[in-house]
């Protein structure tokens, strides 16, 4: 279904750690109008697309969402990577440290887990379209 190269598109490379912005950049993960709901959202919302092109344009968008997941966490791992206890807890990660160490979950930046109600999807093509553009408006 997809070919994946197992290399980013845009390649991130952070050399300096900084778990403050890693707070803030991990919403973009897994907070509400984050990569894990868009693409949630453009992959469930084709299905009752009435209009096979826009169909395919959400699988396409959806799939691209997923690429972009991709690249947050990898900006989120080496914000992370190689911490100190002491930078950990000065930089107050040690609120994600303590339930995730430096693994990637998807969250909020208050700390909010991903959950599946923080996408739409309703079936009618004006509400659904309507709902991504109000979510990609939000992007930081």
């Known amino acids: 279904m997809w070919n994946y190269e197992k290399r980013l ?18 919403t973009q993960f897994g907070g509400p109008d ?3 709901s868009a693409s949630m959202r453009y992959l469930s919302q084709r299905y009752t697309m ?13 799939t691209e969402e997923l690429a972009h997941m991709e690249m947050i966490c990898a900006i989120v ?16 990660f040690d609120k994600y440290y ?6 990637l979950w998807p969250q909020a930046a208050g700390g909010i887990p ?13 509400t659904d379209l309507t709902e991504d553009m109000a979510a990609d408006g939000t992007i930081l």
């Open 9 to 26: 598109e845009y390649p991130v490379n952070i050399s300096t750690p900084n778990p403050k912005i890693a707070q803030i950049i991990i």
């Open 34 to 36: 984050g990569e894990l």
């Open 50 to 62: 009435p209009y096979r092109n826009v169909a395919g344009l959400l699988t396409d968008i959806g």
């Open 77 to 92: 791992h080496q914000l992370t990577r190689n911490l100190t206890p002491e930078e950990i807890k000065a930089s107050g």
């Open 98 to 103: 303590v339930d995730h160490t430096l693994a």
């Open 114 to 126: 991903f959950n599946a109600c923080e996408f739409q999807s309703k079936g009618d093509a004006i």
